[in-house]
């Protein structure tokens, strides 16, 4: 069964830094694309982030130079640093798993953490 959990969301103010991570399980994960999504409240979701097997790296043009995706194939682990966070970033984020980086969304999902950030 594949499973994804995430952490590391919570209250922070514009301008600090939060680390998001994705715990992977019940799949290879050295051979699947980890993507980070968000929804804010009334929004659609957005996909912000993804790494896929190839090392290959992929950021919305919002978080660029602000958003950092990495993994650790040993801790079936995938990170999200967020710097010069802003308002706006205030969602839900969501990891979320396939074969490949899709923008329009991925098959497996975690449950979301939230992180809200203060002005």
């Known amino acids: 069964e594949v499973q994804l959990v995430e952490s590391g969301g919570g209250l922070v103010q514009a301008g600090g830094s939060l680390r998001l991570s994705c715990a992977a399980s019940?799949?290879?994960?050295?051979?699947?694309?980890i993507g980070w999504f968000r929804q804010a409240p009334g929004k659609e979701r957005e996909g912000v982030s993804c790494s896929s097997s190839d090392g290959s790296t992929y950021y919305v043009d919002s978080v660029k130079g602000r958003f950092t995706i990495s993994r650790d194939n040993a801790k079936n682990t995938v990170y999200l640093q967020m710097n010069s966070l802003k308002p706006e970033d205030t969602a839900v984020y969501y990891c979320?798993?396939?074969?490949?980086?899709?923008?329009?969304?991925?098959?497996?999902w975690g449950k979301g953490t939230l992180v809200t950030v203060s002005s």
């Open positions: 979320a798993a396939d074969l490949t980086c899709r923008i329009d969304g991925m098959d497996y």
């Open positions: 019940g799949f290879f994960f050295e051979d699947w694309a």
